[in-house]
T-cell receptor, first 117, second 114 residues
Framework: AQKITQTQPGMFVQEKEAVTLDCTYD???????LFWYKQPSSGEMIFLIY??????QNATEGRYSLNFQKARKSANLVISASQLGDSAMYFCAMREGGGTSYGKLTFGQGTILTVHP | EAQVTQNPRYLITVTGKKLTVTCSQNMNHEYMSWYRQDPGLGLRQIYY???????DKGDVPEGYKVSRKEKRNFPLILESPSPNQTSLYFCASSLRTQVSYEQYFGPGTRLTVT
């Protein structure tokens, strides 16, 4: 079974509007961390935001927020006031705390976001 | 500046010709890892290292070797590359393996095997 699922291969949004990128995860660990990375066309991986499984508040970083619904095992990324520079591939990833994961990041398939002017 | 560096950034090679992709970090991180990125599959872990002389297989280790003789360096070796190893490769490091520690990624190495 997929540990991280991103069901939206591509998303479009108008500049200045908000957009939500979906991510669901599957783990039996109590301790885990969820990450979102941005990959622009240049290829580098840019860390955006982190949410720990024990964090009670949703994480926020500037225009990025993470809508964490633990019972539903979802960790959606919300980008407010989209900008043209937000056009990129976005990856959701999980780091599990169990002994067999050894710090590995498990990634979803990615969502390509296109921001229209 | 804290960073992870990889070399080369781009490489075109032929089947069977041994190659090494270097990775170095200047943050004194214990944990280092190699990932490959393929369309529709996201990033998958190839090998990881918990510390010097401690390495182990990730999800897709076949056809790859690694070594960790110094804390800062974690080279990826393809002894006999094949076309199915054409991919975008990332090296990453983090201070610890615990869930809250962010992994810092190198700029990526785009490898083409013909």
């Amino acid at each position: 079974a997929q540990k991280i699922t991103q069901t939206q291969p591509g998303m479009f949004v108008q500049e200045k509007e908000a957009v939500t990128l979906d991510c669901t995860y599957d783990t039996s660990d109590q301790s885990y961390g969820l990450f979102w990375y941005k990959q622009p066309s240049s290829g580098e991986m840019i860390f955006l935001i982190y949410q720990g499984s024990y964090d009670e508040q949703n994480a926020t970083e500037g225009r990025y927020s993470l809508n964490f619904q633990k019972a539903r095992k979802s960790a959606n990324l919300v980008i407010s006031a989209s900008q043209l520079g937000d056009s990129a591939m976005y990856f959701c990833a999980m780091r599990e705390g169990g002994g067999t994961s050894y710090g590995k990041l498990t990634f979803g398939q990615g969502t390509i976001l296109t921001v229209h002017p | 500046e804290a960073q992870v560096t990889q070399n080369p950034r781009y490489l075109i090679t032929v089947t069977g010709k041994k190659l090494t992709v270097t990775c170095s970090q200047n943050m004194n991180h214990e944990y280092m890892s190699w990932y490959r990125q393929d369309p529709g599959l996201g990033l998958r872990q190839i090998y990881y290292s918990m510390n010097v002389e401690v390495t182990d297989k990730g999800d897709v280790p076949e056809g790859y070797k690694v070594s960790r003789k110094e804390k800062r360096n974690f080279p990826l070796i393809l002894e006999s590359p094949s076309p199915n190893q054409t991919s975008l490769y990332f090296c990453a490091s983090s201070l610890r393996t615990q869930v809250s520690y962010e992994q810092y990624f190198g700029p990526g190495t785009r490898l083409t095997v013909t």
